[in-house]
């Protein structure tokens, strides 16, 4: 549990820093170039890892592999069009939404399967949500309808990402295959929409060569643990860390930006730790004591033996 804790806290550092890189990049690079040099850093990384371990890539599950990447590298592509149409707290808030769907998911299928619903994570992700929206304060003025729509449609997908991530792994895919395809899928999408849908691609010069070498090593390491993080551990506690990147991002533009902190958004910060602290501490007792519900009791093992 404490692994996979650590796994969600390391990607939303990762993503954090990752998005000041972007941030340095949008004026030089369009949504799908950035796609493209994000990818291929990864792919590169990724390759140099495998040789020396000498690992394959193949893969008995491209099927799924695709789905995971498609969805992925969509959801990327739309995500980094939308911060340039709309304030930046308005486009995270309704992007982190993806916890919201996540714990609708997860009551609708212990409704149907006739179970608990893990009420205790809920509330930590309403919690988690509610220090989001304190922290960012979205505004939802004329002109947005459209950017927030995608926004909402980014986080919905993201949700159908995950579970393909579990899924993969839950056929002992390893994180480093799993992300290799998205990158790979992402090199060719970036290029392609490039040329099709944006102003072709540009050639990094000076500083940006360094920005888009930090973005594409934050964003693969970013990925890695979260690919670790979902597909071995809790989903919706993953989902509830995931709202740590908004204290990180904060600390980060203050050292960085020298953005100041309001109040309002030291509490924000505080109602996301707590969020983040209840989550981990319930979901931890409610395991182990499915565990200790599972396991054959003493007695039990004792008549068998006798018999």
């Not at 690079?29 to 690992?55: K, P, Q, T």
């Not at 994570?121 to 988690?128: F, K, N």
């Not at 930006?257 to 501490?281: D, K, P, Q, R």
């Given at each position: ?24 990049c ?36 491209f ?15 739309l ?14 808030t ?13 009551i609708?299928?212990a ?70 395809y ?14 099709l ?8 010069t ?26 071995q ?29 309001s ?21 931890k ?11 054959p009791h ?9 018999a």
């Amino acid at each position: 549990m404490m692994l996979q804790s650590l796994w969600a806290l390391a990607a939303s550092a990762c993503f954090s820093l990752m998005a000041v890189f972007v941030k340095f990049c949008t004026d030089h690079f369009g949504s799908m170039e950035l796609v493209f040099y994000r990818s291929l850093v990864g792919i590169v990384m990724i390759l140099i890892f495998v040789r020396s371990r000498g690992y394959s890539l193949k893969t008995k599950h491209f099927g799924g592999h695709f789905k995971r990447a498609f969805l992925g590298t969509a959801t990327v592509g739309l995500w980094f069009f939308t911060i340039g149409e709309m304030p930046l707290g308005t486009n995270m808030t309704l992007i982190y939404t993806t916890a919201l769907f996540m714990a609708a998911n997860f009551i609708i299928l212990a409704f149907m399967k006739k179970e608990k619903a893990p009420w205790g994570v809920i509330l930590a992700i309403l919690c988690g949500f509610a220090g989001v929206t304190t922290v960012l304060e979205p505004s939802f003025e004329a002109g947005y309808l459209v950017p927030a729509l995608i926004c909402l449609f980014v986080a919905f997908i993201d949700l159908i990402v995950y579970w393909q991530i579990k899924e993969l792994g839950d056929l002992k895919e390893p994180s480093w295959r799993i992300v290799f395809y998205f990158t790979l899928f992402g090199v060719i999408m970036g290029v392609l929409g490039a040329f099709l849908i944006e102003d072709g691609m540009h050639m990094p010069t000076g500083d940006s060569i360094w920005y888009l070498i930090g973005m594409g090593l934050c964003a693969t390491f970013g990925q890695i643990c979260t690919t670790k993080s979902y597909a071995q551990g809790n989903m919706l506690l993953s989902s509830c860390l995931g709202f740590s990147a908004i204290p990180f991002s904060a600390v980060i533009s203050y050292f960085v930006f020298g953005e100041t902190i309001s109040a309002s958004g030291m509490v924000g910060m505080l109602l996301i730790i707590v969020a983040g602290i209840f989550g981990t501490i319930y979901t931890k007792r409610t395991e182990a004591k499915n565990k200790a519900q599972a396991a054959p009791h003493p007695s039990s093992e004792a008549t068998e033996e006798k018999a």
